[in-house]
């Protein structure tokens, strides 16, 4: 009897499941109904991406990066750690290295003596900033200034955290920052490249610079950084040569663009359509170019303002007021490299020249830029590839001491472009070996610079090779908290 | 009929089961149309069935296992399809709940708790009518399903009223709520910003049920009145008042306030506190009042303002977009703000082809212009008149254009106008203030450079306080900063028979002072550099300084100036050279390539030839004989990397190849090993002879390897040689 019932339950339950399984059937595909791409070949496809124009109204129209290539040490520029001055000579805790790899460099070092700063902080402004007294110029303009004393990055080594910070990948190739920039929010002045790059070197231990960070990687070749020397041409091969005047040039270029224009109807090859572009945009710099780059109009505050090396070519100085007139002229993107921050010995001596060399000129380009009603719309960036230890690599000497590489905590500052004036953000603990409080990470960072210029990094996409690439990879949060 | 309405009920509740787990799992790929979206909106009228359906029938599923019930078949018949109608109804609520929730403006973990609470009851229900006539199923189980049920019945709806109402609707009349945020504009410093600090960090000991230190801080009269121990504050003085006194002190002394064990006040509250009282205790001033660049306003700003970014929205049509583009050419672009907006931006560059005409052909877009930049461009007074077309205006640059400010009133029509630059600009004072009072939205203009003086630029803030001048910097001469020192503009430092000295300073009116005697230059004594000084000499130092009205005279710098008579026409190196160091070959010593320190970095090592392992022995041949009384060897010294002068050098010479004679013979004194680096001409003189044939031979050093003890050939670098 009982096995009947059984029975009788399986029979039912076969019947059951197949007009089950229809009734499910039939609610998945009415529910499919509202999924309009679901079937559509090749799965669900982007909101199809234009180019040249921001997701939403953006805070800042241009950057200029003031990139301090090498690395300075946080601990003595903006992290004041009096804490560390205390302990000078203590060994590094354990518990705080928690285990870290290191670089070549220390990892074999028996020891690891703390070491505090040589030179003193003060606090400044209405922030109550603490800055240390190699940048009296940076301390005038703290109100001006967001400090970010939590950042950290993924890689430990120069290239790959330099390659890192500018195209969202350790490994290169990619799109760089700037180039981003140009792909997303197009041209302001078509007489002038969209990324622009500047130069210069300090006597402190250097390291390179390489032009695939300012790489277009798969974007279109007009995204490309154009680098400005500090020659008699400040960009290569584009004068005339001897012998051709304006009149020839333009008959030239007209002539070649006819036959570029044939071969394009012949290939249609949209790469050529590029090369006739550059050829033209070529011809309108040879003079927008001079006028940009000619600084002898500049008056005698300016000179004052930004230190008497910004009349010699080739200086950071120099760069930052040449930053400053292109930037006024619409360049998107104007990217500086100040070499010379790698202080793995002889600290004292060689971060105070490097403070001198960029101190007052970074603090300068704040300025002028505010007296020029432009800081609002122009976002300024000062800050290297990452931070350095908080002990000493090599012995401490009285006035000799050295830095290795800290990827876990570093400062670089903001100003303008709609970003928080006069704050600190985020901590790092008593040593300054560990952020604490509010970590802001590499891609944290590139996905805020994105959201100032009126980016979604979550929408700045390329497809190229079968995926979509972006600058801030697949993660990134923009920090809500120093936007104003 | 009833049979049959428990089968079908039965169909569809597994039907609206499986949809509603479909609708969790694409939920983000949903695209409603219209007549869904009304389905969708019918959530807050359907929910009222299975709340009461659902209570009702769990009810009596909490009795169902009583003896007096089991036997009634009403009763079972009743519950059964009771909760069957609930569970139906709480299905077809939850697929209209999640419908409308695609709808937008709808976020936030309340909405998640609500959606999952309500998808629960779906699927508890669910699993009871499938589950309560199995075996298996008794009073326990049956009692916690009832209970389980209502509880999430009772979450499902608060949420749900949280959503709708908005939080604490309930109690909002008994409780005070939180106050929405104020805006900058109409925020008063005492009621917007004091008062919440008092009534958070400082109401809960002195109010009027508790009266600590007779002092209560609930109200105008009794602040001002103070306490026990006197008034609370001086006005116009944090320094002396009480008030600041008691939160400055130590947290351990007992005086300080909040007291130890209570909620501290933040940086930001004290100094809001200490700035309040420095504006007299103010109890009506609005924070808009204050001048904008006033530490108070500063931080009013950064209290009062809200998280979310601020977008403007604007109330015009977009342009068309052909038009827009046609409006572009080379040197005038016109681009949207952003994707959404309607407002565009454009900016001019090129003074050479601007005309008051690429403003005028603006006019299609001139509703939706918000931002010109017209920089540098030579914009006259009479050109204004087209810019006031830009109704909509906000930003307007202005900077280095030949403005004067008479044709500003053309612009007092911009009532948007809220930021414009005129730095650069030959203002006229008189004009640039009487126009200040047509600009209703101006809150930022830049003056830097217009040749203002300092006491109408303050004059200028003081009649327009809601408006942040920009004076930028102007150097008043009181912080003299030092100049950088000269530079020396020869194309190279080597010449064959003179040279005319061409020391360059980058910075127009500067006096630079020399020496070539070794003596350190100064400002009185040296002489003015003057491009009239000839060199002759072999070897010339010139130390310079740079000076000038207004700055500090500069570090000095240091140059060499070699001469070089003659140029050998072969040269033939008998040794190998160092392997690292072969510059180019024996052509190095003549190439006049000068090079720097830092030998061991291959970039820089170019122009040094190395000897190491093997003696320099160089032979130079002239095709007509020269009369040599001198040469010299330009050699880097570096003891710390190991880069030793020579320990000798033998300079032979004649007129045939077989019968050279020695002519001199030097050996240089060693240098310390911690002696710093020098780039230093080692020089052999002798009585001038005439030489067609010339040997230099050059030994590197040998020194004992202090670890093994052994002998070790010193590197010698040498990257040019002066023969006079």
């Excluded at chain 1, 705080?96 to 505090?116: D, E, N, Y």
């Excluded at chain 2, 799992?25 to 909106?41: C, D, H, I, Q």
């Amino acid at each position: 009897m009982e096995k009947n019932i059984l029975e009788h339950g399986l029979n039912v339950n076969r019947r059951r499941f197949l007009s089950r399984l229809s009734l499910g059937v039939g609610s998945l595909a009415f529910g499919s109904l509202l999924i309009p791409d679901l079937f559509r070949s090749g799965g669900i496809e982007d909101e199809l991406y234009q180019p040249g124009v921001p997701h939403f109204a953006p805070k800042a129209k241009r950057v200029i990066y003031l990139f301090q290539n090498g690395a300075p040490s946080q601990l003595e520029t903006f992290d004041y750690k009096p804490k560390l001055c205390e302990m000078q000579g203590a060994e590094l805790p354990a518990s705080v290295r928690g285990g870290q790899r290191l670089t070549g460099m220390t990892a074999k070092q028996a020891s690891f003596p703390l070491i505090g700063s040589f030179t003193n902080f003060k606090q400044y402004g209405q922030s109550g900033a603490w800055i240390s007294d190699l940048f009296p110029y940076t301390a005038k303009i703290v109100d001006d200034l967001c400090i970010i004393r939590s950042m950290h990055t993924e890689a430990i080594n120069h290239d790959p955290a330099l390659t890192f910070f500018q195209t969202g990948s350790q490994q290169g190739n990619l799109p760089s920052m700037g180039s981003w920039l140009s792909y997303g929010l197009g041209s302001e002045n078509k007489n002038l490249p969209d990324f622009t790059v500047l130069l210069s070197r300090g006597i402190g231990n250097g390291q390179g610079v390489y032009s695939k960070l300012w790489s277009n990687g798969f974007l279109d070749s007009i995204h490309q950084g154009v680098q400005f020397s500090n020659g008699a041409d400040p960009v290569l091969y584009l004068s005339d040569p001897a012998g051709m005047d304006r009149h020839d040039r333009r008959e030239m270029l007209d002539n070649l663009a006819e036959m570029n224009h044939l071969s394009y109807q012949e290939f249609g090859d949209p790469e050529i359509n590029t090369k006739v572009q550059q050829y033209e945009m070529a011809y309108r710099m040879q003079t927008a170019v001079p006028e940009t780059m000619d600084l002898s109009k500049e008056p005698d505050d300016i000179v004052k303002l930004y230190g008497p090396n910004c009349l010699v070519p080739g200086t950071y100085a120099a760069n930052c007021l040449l930053a400053r007139k292109l930037s006024e002229n619409g360049v998107r993107f104007v990217q500086l490299y100040h070499q010379g921050w790698d202080q793995h010995g002889d600290l004292p001596k060689e971060i105070a020249s490097q403070a001198k060399d960029v101190d007052q000129a970074s603090a300068a380009l704040v300025t002028d830029l505010k007296q020029r009603g432009l800081l609002d719309e122009t976002l300024v960036i000062w800050g290297g590839e990452f931070g350095r230890t908080s002990y000493s690599q090599g012995k401490i000497t009285h006035d000799n001491y050295g830095r290795d590489h800290h990827p876990r905590c570093f400062s670089i500052w903001m100003a303008g472009g709609g970003i928080k004036p006069g704050i600190v953000y985020g901590e790092t603990d008593e040593l300054g070996y560990n952020v604490i409080k509010d970590p802001v990470h590499v891609h944290d960072f590139q996905a805020t610079v994105l959201n100032q210029l009126g980016l979604d990094h979550e929408k700045l996409i390329f497809k190229h090779l079968g995926r979509r690439y972006r600058l801030t990879n697949v993660s990134g949060k923009v920090v809500r908290d120093i936007i104003s | 009929m009833k049979s049959s309405f428990k089968v079908i009920g039965g169909h569809v509740l597994f039907t609206l089961n499986i949809f509603i787990i479909f609708l969790l799992l694409f939920e983000n790929l949903l695209v409603l149309p219209y007549w869904l979206k009304a389905f969708g909106r019918m959530h807050p009228m359907m929910l009222h069935f299975p709340i009461v359906i659902i209570l009702l029938s769990m009810i009596l599923e909490y009795f169902r296992f009583k003896p007096e019930y089991v036997a009634q078949d009403f009763y079972q018949k009743f519950t059964a399809n009771l909760l069957l109608t609930g569970a139906l109804s709480a299905a077809v609520t939850v697929i209209m709940g999640l419908l409308l929730s695609r709808e937008g403006g709808y976020t936030g973990s309340v909405l998640q708790w609500h959606k999952w609470t309500g998808v629960s009851i779906v699927f508890i229900t669910s699993m009871i009518h499938w589950s309560r006539h199995l075996g298996w199923y008794r009073l326990q189980v049956a009692r916690a399903a009832a209970i389980i049920t209502s509880l999430c019945l009772i979450a499902a709806g608060h949420f749900g009223a949280t959503i709708t109402h908005g939080d604490n609707f309930i109690l909002s009349p008994v409780t005070s709520a939180e106050k929405s945020p104020v805006p900058f504009d109409q925020a008063i410093i005492f009621d917007d910003l004091v008062k919440p600090v008092l009534e958070k960090k400082c109401a809960s000991c002195h109010n009027p049920d508790k009266v600590k230190g007779k002092l209560l801080l609930t109200d105008k009269e009794s602040i001002l009145a103070g306490g026990k121990s006197g008034k609370l504050f001086v006005p116009g003085n944090p320094e002396i008042s009480l008030l600041l006194k008691r939160i400055y002190l130590p947290a351990e002394e007992k005086k300080h306030m909040p007291p130890a064990g209570k909620a501290q006040l933040t940086e930001d509250e004290i100094t809001l506190l200490h700035l309040w009282v420095k504006h007299h205790g103010d109890f009506n001033k609005k924070v808009i009042e204050l001048p904008v660049k006033d530490s108070l306003r500063v931080l009013a700003a950064t209290l009062l303002k809200s998280a979310e970014p601020f977008e403007e929205e604007f109330d015009f049509e977009a342009a068309d977009q052909e038009i827009v583009r046609k409006l572009n050419n080379n040197y005038r672009v016109v681009y949207a703000l952003s994707k959404e907006s309607p407002a565009l931006a454009v900016s001019i560059f090129n003074r050479s082809t601007y005309s008051v005409k690429s403003l005028e052909e603006l006019s299609p877009v001139r509703m939706q212009v918000v931002s010109l930049t017209l920089n540098k461009m030579p914009v006259k007074d009479a050109d204004l008149k087209q810019v006031s077309q830009f109704e909509n205006l906000r930003t307007l640059n202005l900077n280095f254009t030949n403005i004067t400010g008479g044709g500003l009133k053309d612009l007092a029509s911009l009532k948007h106008l809220q930021s414009l630059s005129l730095s650069g600009t030959k203002l006229n004072f008189r004009d640039l203030l009487q126009q200040m009072r047509s600009f209703k939205s101006l809150n930022k203009l830049t003056v830097w450079n217009t040749g203002l003086t300092d006491a109408e630029m303050r004059q200028l803030q003081n009649s327009n306080k809601n408006i942040d001048i920009v004076t930028g910097f102007k150097d008043d001469g009181s912080n003299p900063i030092q100049l950088n020192p000269p530079s020396l503009k020869n194309s190279s430092r080597i010449f064959t028979e003179q040279l005319s000295l061409d020391l360059k300073h980058a910075i127009k009116g500067v006096d630079i002072r020399f020496t070539t005697d070794g003596s350190e230059p100064d400002s009185i004594n040296s002489p003015l550099f003057t491009n009239e000084t000839i060199l002759k000499s072999n070897l010339t130092t010139i130390k310079a300084r740079a000076y000038k009205e207004g700055w500090y005279g500069s570090e000095m710098t240091e140059f060499t100036l070699y001469k070089s008579s003659f140029r050998p026409d072969s040269m033939l190196l008998l040794f190998p050279l160092n392997s690292v160091h072969q510059a180019n070959g024996p052509k190095t010593f003549f190439d006049r390539e000068m090079g720097t320190f830092n030998a061991n970095s291959p970039a820089w090592a170019n122009n040094w030839a190395g000897f190491k392992n093997y003696d320099m022995a160089l032979v130079l041949e002239f095709k007509k004989p020269v009369p040599l009384s001198s040469v010299g060897l330009n050699t880097m010294v570096e003891p710390k990397t190991g880069i030793y002068p020579p320990s000798e050098i033998e300079i032979w010479g004649g007129e045939h190849k077989g019968a050279m004679k020695l002519l001199s013979k030097l050996r240089p004194q060693v240098p310390a090993k911690e002696s710093d680096h020098i780039i230093k001409v080692f020089e052999s003189s002798f009585k001038t002879k005439p030489v067609s044939y010339l040997k230099i031979i050059a030994r590197p050093l040998i020194l004992p390897d202090p670890k093994t003890s052994k002998e070790k050939k010193m590197l010698l670098l040498i990257d040019e040689i002066f023969l006079n």
